[in-house]
Nanobody
Framework: QLHLVESGGGLVQAGGSLRVSCAAS????????MAWFRQAPGKEREFVAA???????AYADSVKGRFIISRDYAKSTLYLQMNSLKPEDTAVYYC????????????????WGQGTQVTVSS
């Protein structure tokens, strides 16, 4: 069973950058689509970005042009580079894997990490 662990969250000022990582173990990620979601207090979990096994990417409009999703097969790790951060990006960020490339619905992903907190101060 695939096990996902996020890391790299923290506190950053508005306009700053942060990179979060998601390390996978217990299986290969090469055949999975992978994605980042986030959940702010009192809000539903929302799609942030996705990357297919072939490297095609998709982004939520709110992060397009600021965030970059990437994956390193050799390290079985997913990344999310976040630039020009805004206070509204504050949330717990989760990585997930599934079989539907580019899916934006959380229910289509099978495995989830525990999340990492990202806080952007104004």
């Amino acid at each position: 069973q695939l096990h996902l662990v996020e890391s790299g969250g923290g506190l950053v000022q508005a306009g700053g950058s942060l990179r979060v990582s998601c390390a996978a173990s217990g299986g290969s990620i090469s055949t999975y689509a992978m994605a980042w979601f986030r959940q702010a207090p009192g809000k539903e979990r929302e799609f942030v970005a996705a990357i297919s096994w072939s490297g095609n990417t998709a982004y939520a409009d709110s992060v397009k042009g600021r965030f970059i999703i990437s994956r390193d097969y050799a390290k079985s790790t997913l990344y999310l580079q976040m630039n020009s951060l805004k206070p509204e990006d504050t949330a717990v960020y989760y990585c997930a894997t599934g079989l539907v490339a580019g899916a934006t619905l959380a229910r289509l992903y099978d495995y989830w990490g525990q999340g990492t907190q990202v806080t952007v101060s104004s």
